[in-house]
Structures are given as structure tokens and as C-alpha cells.
């Protein structure tokens, strides 16, 4: 922890960036988590209340002033006792056009806010390497091989970079974005939402052995490609004496042992990144199909706090 805020302090003045990015995530996480919550009830409420509203006055819910999802379900009502369906339900496609566009607009802004944030850590952070790179000492260049230090300001530092502000998204984002969605889900049913949440992480702990294999071999990739680079700038610096001894095949034989260990390597990573999105979305339908089997059987029980069908 010490390192990340180490790593961090490069990104200062970081409130510049920060702020206006919790702000414009806060309502982007906001907008989404409302359509989609909202979206159901709205329809269910036109062509289901909408058939009898001339008919038969509409009954309103009870609901407390924090129950977003019967207030506006009462005020979708409302608004077809008081003109018509046609009208409501161009009211609701604007609704939801506005909030797709606002969603999407607040998500726009977000991750430029990151990218901002994202280039002006890159930038200090490389400057800070190549100084204190060149404030060593002599001795420090005769233990180490260029291609390590090479690889270190070209590539270790973006690898680094992309750490801290990607971890400021999972510290900040997602969670936030969780906190909003099961709140959302314990105003539905608390049974059903405990049911979720005691499924979910079966095949969250799945995907996060294929994440932590995926990062153990990308570190054994950024040292075979600092090998390759070391190989490259020694037999570019020391061609005349290669030849001169003679020893062109062994430098080749090198190289190439190398450079087949990091073909390999990457075949893998490919291979175990193209197996995490189906393997992610079988376990995500498995799971809905676990929570659907438990929700609908919720529903048919028609037992005293059960689930009523929307």
C-alpha cells in the first residue's frame, strides 16, 4: 500500500483530475442505474394500467418518499389518468432517450477525465525514471543490461501507470456502481438479492484465478521482451566483436531461444484472454438462470412476502 501511494503522489495535483471525475461518475452510475431500473415498471404500467385507465380510476401504491421505483410508477398513473397513453407513452420515450444520452454523456466525460489523468501521471512518472536513471552511479551500468533498463523506462513504467488509474476505478467506481445496483435489488425482494449475492461469487472466484494467472505471465512477458532487448542492443553495440570471434550463431541461437519463449508466452496469454469472455459470460448466464429458477419459484409460491410478476 505504501508503493501505490508512492506511485500515486506522481499523479498530484490529482484533485484536478479526481473531483470532477467522482462527480460525473457519481451521475453516471446514477442515470444507468435508473434506466434500467426503471425501464420494466415503466412499460408494465402503460400497457398493463393503460388498457383500464379510462375505464377504472388508477390505484396508487403506497410508497415512502425513498422508494423511487412506486413514486414514479404512481406518477406514470397519474399522468394517464390525466391525459392519455399516447401521451404518457411519449413521455416515457423521452425519458429514456434523455437518460440514455445523459448516462452515456456522464460516461463520455468520466473517462476523459481518467485519460487526463492517466497522461499527466505517464509523463511525471517517465521523467522521474529517466533522471534518476541518470543521476546513478557509473558502477550501477556495468551490473545491469540496457535492454532491463530500456524496458524499464519504456514499457515497465506504462504497465505502472496504468496500475494506479485503473485501481482508482475499482476502489471508486465499481464499488459505487454495486452499492447502487443492490440497493436497487433489496427494494425488490431482500430474499432474492441474498440469494444473488450468495451466487455471485462462485463464478467470481473463477475468473479471478484466470486474472491472476493472466498477470503472473504478463510479468514473465515484460522479462522475456527485456531479455530480447538486452540480446538486441548487446549484438547491435558488439557486432564487430561477434564477428570478429566468430560467435554469430550463438548470439543467433540466443536470441531465438528467447524469442520462442516469449511466442509461447503470448500464445498463452491470448489463448487465456480469449477464454475469460466466454467463460465470464457462461458462469453470468448461470448464475441468471440460478436467480430466475429461485425469483420465478418465489413468484408461483404466492406465499405471504413473495415476489408479485411485473
Not at 408494465?44 to 385507465?53: H, P, Q, R
Amino acid at each position: 500500500m505504501k508503493i501505490y501511494f508512492r506511485l500515486l503522489s506522481f499523479a498530484k495535483p490529482i484533485e484536478k483530475y479526481a473531483i470532477p471525475y467522482v462527480l460525473v461518475t457519481i451521475l453516471a452510475i446514477f442515470f444507468n442505474t435508473f434506466l434500467f431500473t426503471l425501464l420494466g415498471p415503466l412499460l408494465e404500467t402503460i400497457f398493463s394500467v393503460g388498457k383500464e385507465a379510462c375505464a377504472t380510476p388508477t390505484t396508487m401504491e403506497k410508497a415512502s418518499s425513498f422508494d423511487v421505483i412506486a413514486n414514479f410508477s404512481n406518477y406514470i398513473k397519474q399522468t394517464i389518468r390525466d391525459h392519455d397513453v399516447v401521451y404518457t407513452l411519449k413521455l416515457v420515450c423521452g425519458f429514456i432517450l434523455a437518460t440514455v444520452i445523459l448516462s452515456n454523456f456522464f460516461r463520455y466525460l468520466s473517462q476523459r477525465f481518467m485519460e487526463d489523468l492517466r497522461v499527466h501521471t505517464l509523463l511525471k512518472l517517465r521523467k522521474a525514471v529517466f533522471d534518476n536513471v541518470m543521476n546513478l552511479h557509473i558502477g550501477y551500468f556495468s551490473n545491469e543490461k540496457k535492454g532491463d533498463i530500456i524496458s524499464k523506462v519504456a514499457s515497465d513504467v506504462q504497465v505502472v501507470q496504468g496500475t494506479v488509474t485503473s485501481t482508482l476505478q475499482v476502489v471508486f467506481k465499481e464499488p459505487l456502481q454495486l452499492i447502487f445496483w443492490v440497493a436497487v435489488l433489496l427494494s425488490i425482494s431482500v430474499k432474492l438479492t441474498l440469494f444473488a449475492l450468495l451466487v455471485i461469487p462462485i463464478s467470481g472466484f473463477i475468473i479471478s484465478k484466470i486474472v491472476k494467472r493472466l498477470k503472473e505471465q504478463a510479468k514473465e512477458s515484460h522479462e522475456s521482451f527485456a531479455k530480447m532487448i538486452g540480446f538486441l542492443d548487446e549484438a547491435l553495440g558488439g557486432v564487430r566483436i561477434i564477428k570478429a570471434f566468430n560467435a554469430t550463431q550463438r548470439i543467433k541461437d540466443k536470441f531465438h531461444q528467447e524469442n520462442v519463449f516469449y511466442s509461447n508466452l503470448g500464445k498463452k496469454m491470448a489463448r487465456r484472454q480469449q477464454l475469460a469472455s466466454p467463460v465470464s459470460q457462461t458462469l453470468g448466464v448461470l448464475v441468471v438462470v440460478f436467480i430466475v429458477l429461485y425469483g420465478g419459484t418465489m413468484i408461483l409460491s404466492k406465499s405471504p412476502g413473495s415476489l408479485e410478476p411485473a
